[in-house]
């Protein structure tokens, strides 16, 4: 009886046992699953973060936690996937940490100057590139150091993550031997006691930098002494470049018509502001000269003296004149405007006569303006032809000159002028003229 009873508390016992057993398995199996599914199986973070805790990991904290690499080190700063592990009392689990890199890189550039031939590299025009992780820098494409000129320069800062910036800078390339050029200079002449504007037409050509200084040194001219001096112009640039220049300014003793040279000179700027206009032809001036000397100044059949200056004098205050002082006053005033222009006297003879050749669009053309046998040829941009006609048909011998001595006029005028009704009236011809 004793035995039996034993045996049914030893079999109570055992089934106690095995219950508590199988409880606490069914307990801990309920923990272990509650555990692994709090614990996310992937962590995010951004480069340069700080590493992260056990808690970060779980939906809901758990205390007592911990993480563990599983790796010997984890750089924050390097993107990539890493394992650790987060326990709990018994239980474990692996997950991954993700560190990667969404942020593109900011940086700033700098313009640069270089010298022809010289090399350049990205990191040359950076002032600064900022990243959580590597930053590499390179060329859109490669700049051309090997021709003159200001270009825009792209680069690109790149980080680990293949994140990008695209930068901008101005890369100035300079060749030392391409010096600032100094042009409008001249040699001067003038006359004791006057003053010269050294600076007046010059420039300096420059394209790297319009702003190059010129400087000018006339320190050795005596402009009270007659002589010939020397006028040093320098160009310098901003890269260090010097171009430099000597004119000669020639100072002459005054001569005793001196007042009439400044009268003329006077004049005949009043004149020619008086006779053109802004946009015309080189045509239409010439017209507008011709015009003025044949219809201002008075013919009379009184030779007059040769002096250059007087005449021309006299002829720009409409005094009375003979070819002479047509011709001589017409070339003042096409000197003025800025038409080329010959001088011309006739050889042989009979007697003097006096008119000019100009060139126009190139080509040297006959312009006699003495206001005589107007009716039979006007002669404004006459060719040889009509100068040889009227010199055999009208008045021989009227146009003599050696013309080996002188330009050959074309075939054909580009303009003709008429005279009516005490009137000039100009005709431009359509037709290209063509030299034999």
């Avoid at 390179?138 to 690109?156: C, R, W």
């Avoid at 293949?162 to 300079?174: D, F, P, Q």
């Avoid at 010959?342 to 080509?363: K, T």
């Avoid at 013309?403 to 075939?411: C, D, M, Y």
Wanted: hydrophobic fraction near 35%.
């Amino acid at each position: 009886m004793r035995r039996k009873k034993k045996k049914k508390i030893i079999l109570i016992i055992l089934l106690g046992i095995l219950f508590l057993l199988a409880a606490t398995a069914v307990t801990g199996g309920v923990l272990k699953y509650r555990f692994d599914q709090n614990v996310l199986p992937v962590y995010t973070v951004e480069a340069g973060e700080a590493y992260p805790s056990a808690e970060d990991f779980e939906k809901t904290p758990w205390d007592g936690s911990e993480i563990d690499q599983k790796e010997p080190s984890t750089d924050m700063m390097t993107p990539g996937v890493h394992t650790v592990t987060i326990s709990w009392g018994p239980f474990s689990k692996d997950v991954e940490l993700i560190i990667q890199d969404t942020s593109a890189p900011k940086g700033e550039t700098r313009d640069l100057v270089r010298e022809k031939g010289e090399k350049v590299t990205p990191e040359d025009f950076l002032v600064s590139a900022q990243d959580t992780t590597k930053v590499t820098a390179y060329f859109h494409q490669t700049p051309d150091l090997n021709t003159e000129g200001e270009s825009t320069v792209k680069i690109y800062l790149e980080d680990q993550g293949g994140n990008r910036t695209l930068l901008t800078a101005t890369l100035t390339v300079y060749d030392p031997e391409n010096v600032p050029k100094i042009e409008g200079t001249q040699s001067r002449h003038l006359y004791t006691g006057e003053n010269v504007a050294y600076r007046t037409g010059v420039t300096v050509d420059d394209p790297l930098d319009p702003a190059a200084k010129l400087t000018i040194d006339s320190s050795r001219v005596d402009l009270d002494t007659p002589g010939v001096y020397t006028v040093t112009y320098k160009a310098e640039d901003k890269y260090g470049r010097v171009g430099t220049a000597d004119v000669q300014v020639y100072v002459n003793e005054r001569p005793e018509n001196y007042d009439d040279m400044i009268r003329l000179k006077e004049l005949t700027k009043q004149r020619a502001a008086e006779l053109t206009t802004p946009g015309m032809t080189d045509i239409e001036k010439a017209f507008a000269v011709f015009r003025y000397v044949r219809k201002t100044i008075p013919w009379n059949n009184t030779r007059t003296n040769r002096d250059e200056i007087e005449q021309a004098l006299a002829g720009m205050e409409g005094k009375a004149g003979d070819c002479y002082t047509h011709a001589i006053t017409c070339k003042t005033l096409l000197d003025e405007v800025g038409i080329e222009n010959i001088f011309m006297e006739r050889n042989p003879g009979p007697g003097q006569h006096y008119w000019l050749m100009v060139r126009i669009q190139g080509e040297w053309y006959h312009m006699d303006p003495s206001p005589i046998y107007m009716h039979k040829l006007v002669c404004f941009l006459g060719t040889d032809d009509e100068a040889r006609w009227f010199s055999e048909e009208v008045r021989p011998g009227f146009y003599n000159y050696d013309h080996s001595l002188f330009p050959t006029t074309p075939l054909e005028s580009p303009a003709r002028v008429s005279y009516k009704g005490g009137e000039y009236t100009l005709e431009i011809l359509q037709e290209t003229a063509q030299t034999e």
